[in-house]
């Protein structure tokens, strides 16, 4: 996963749609595709779930909004910005209605964003605006988006105005969390900032962020009854060792249903690191968006999520551990840069 999708995950708002409603028959098939599409991307298949939009809009002739704005969020997700652009594009000549008229802009101002390119963030700023005119109360996430936009271009108090704007409107959570982390430092557009958490420790209390403060991490989201996840433990347990003695910790967050499974295979499997339960992975989902296990976050001395993963395979542990190795380098330098 890289640092585009982790954004996604924990921040950024790549789109406010809601999930697919009831299907009206099985046998209509712009439905039954959308509907193949919208699983394979919760099932962490882009590339598939590309495909399937694709099929639903070309059944559709182009006038199924959903199949389009989805589109464009996936072809975003895959990082592939000019096929968003377009597809955000023609959803808003499908859109009916200032609702759906201004999911298209805020999907449009997204997929302008992630271009990245100084034109392009100054249409990204229009369509953010545009969809803010259409619907001001339907659409909060868009002031957070627009404010990223802003403080990119140095135009801070603009962006701190929003983000009051977005708190008001806004739940507590990580959602609002992040958005005063960057209203206090604008120069952090584009970072995310960990959330704050406290799960139940295996062995008992808790873990909290606050109690890992300063330290890098690697948070491990997983279960017993996930192969993969038990494929991952000789390496992780490899990398507790080897980093010892240095400020590191992994922390292995299992989203299994009881905490008595959990503490036999913990015993069983000798994991003598920071071992937390969330049960059936509620507080996981809310947080840190996880869908997928394992699921893998890096964070650095200063709290920044700079890296995660999804699934484990020799690749995955090479690059975690390149990652954390990059992390507590950088934390290295900052000390001696603060001496």
């Given at each position: 996963m890289d640092i585009l999708s982790l954004s996604t995950a924990l921040a950024l708002f790549v789109s406010v749609r809601q999930g697919p409603a009831a299907a009206p028959t099985s046998a209509d098939p712009v439905e039954r595709e959308f509907r193949t599409g919208y699983g394979l991307l919760a099932g962490q298949r882009p590339s598939d779930a590309r495909a399937a939009f694709e099929r639903a809009d070309?059944?559709?002739?182009?006038?199924?909004?959903?199949?389009?704005?989805?589109?464009?969020?996936?072809?975003?997700?895959?990082?592939?910005?000019?096929?968003?652009?377009?597809?955000?594009?023609?959803?808003?000549?499908?859109?009916?209605?200032?609702?759906?008229?201004?999911?298209?802009?805020?999907?449009?101002?997204?997929?302008?964003?992630?271009?990245?390119?100084?034109?392009?963030?100054?249409?990204?700023?229009?369509?953010?605006?545009?969809?803010?005119?259409?619907?001001?109360?339907?659409?909060?996430?868009?002031?957070?988006?627009?404010?990223?936009?802003?403080?990119?271009?140095?135009?801070?108090?603009?962006?701190?105005?929003?983000?009051?704007?977005?708190?008001?409107?806004?739940?507590?959570?990580?959602?609002?969390?992040?958005?005063?982390?960057?209203?206090?430092?604008?120069?952090?557009?584009?970072?995310?900032?960990?959330?704050?958490?406290?799960?139940?420790?295996?062995?008992?209390?808790?873990?909290?962020?606050?109690?890992?403060?300063?330290?890098?991490?690697?948070?491990?989201?997983?279960?017993?009854?996930?192969?993969?996840?038990?494929?991952?433990?000789?390496e992780l347990a490899q990398l507790a060792r080897g980093k010892k003695g240095e400020p590191f910790e992994i922390v292995s967050v299992s989203a299994d249903r009881e905490l008595a499974t959990v503490k036999a295979f913990v015993a069983a499997n000798g994991m003598t690191w920071k071992q937390a339960w969330d049960q059936n992975g509620r507080l996981s989902r809310d947080l840190f968006r996880v869908t997928t296990y394992p699921t893998y976050l890096i964070v650095d001395s200063e709290g920044v999520v700079v890296h995660g993963e999804r699934g484990w395979s020799p690749r995955t542990a090479a690059t975690i551990s390149a990652e954390v190795t990059r992390a507590l380098a950088a934390a290295r330098a900052a000390r001696v840069a603060r001496r």
């Open positions: 070309r059944l559709a002739k182009g006038t199924c909004f959903r199949c389009l704005e989805s589109l464009a969020a996936t072809a975003v997700r895959l990082r592939d910005f000019p096929a968003g652009i377009a597809a955000s594009r023609r959803a808003i000549q499908a859109a009916a209605g200032p609702g759906e008229q201004a999911r298209a802009q805020n999907q449009l101002g997204l997929a302008l964003a992630a271009a990245g390119e100084p034109p392009a963030l100054r249409e990204a700023e229009k369509a953010y605006r545009r969809a803010l005119a259409l619907d001001p109360k339907g659409m909060n996430p868009v002031r957070y988006n627009l404010a990223i936009v802003l403080f990119g271009a140095r135009r801070d108090a603009e962006g701190r105005r929003l983000l009051d704007e977005f708190l008001r409107g806004e739940l507590p959570g990580a959602r609002a969390e992040q958005a005063r982390a960057l209203r206090e430092n604008p120069r952090r557009a584009g970072e995310t900032f960990l959330p704050q958490f406290a799960f139940p420790a295996v062995a008992g209390g808790t873990i909290t962020r606050s109690d890992l403060a300063g330290r890098v991490l690697l948070l491990d989201f997983w279960a017993t009854w996930c192969a993969p996840c038990r494929q991952a433990l000789p």
